[in-house]
């Protein structure tokens, strides 16, 4: 079955950076767009940022310049490279493989890694 295993997040300062990886399976993520979601506190879910698989980016305009989605095909894994971070980038992160309209391809979820952003 499909599953998302999301790691790497904790408690950083304002202005520190964390890298947050996501190890898929259960499909063949390599045809797939994949990316990156978050949910703070009382909002919805939204796209941080996602990537095809030949390179096409979407990215969420708060984030811009400050991070970066990578993939290994080979591991089927997908990162999220987050630098000056923010007190608002505090949320829970998710993966998910997306559709071609870069909304979720699967209800399947992964437990998220929360990200806290704190001096």
């Known amino acids: 079955q499909v599953q998302f295993v999301e790691s790497g997040g904790g408690l950083v300062q304002p202005g520190e950076s964390l890298r947050l990886s996501c190890t898929m399976s259960?499909?063949?993520?390599?045809?797939?767009?994949v990316g990156w979601f978050r949910q703070a506190p009382g909002k919805q879910r939204e796209l941080v940022v996602g990537i095809g698989s030949y390179g096409a980016q979407k990215i969420l305009e708060a984030v811009k310049g400050r991070f970066t989605i990578s993939r290994n095909n080979a591991d089927n894994t997908v990162y999220l490279q987050m630098n000056s971070l923010k007190p608002e980038d505090t949320a829970v992160y998710y993966c998910?493989?997306?559709?071609?309209?870069?909304?979720?391809?699967?209800?399947?979820w992964g437990q998220g890694t929360q990200v806290t952003v704190a001096s």
């Open positions: 259960g499909f063949s993520s390599t045809i797939y767009r």
């Open positions: 998910n493989a997306l559709e071609t309209n870069w909304t979720p391809l699967y209800d399947t």
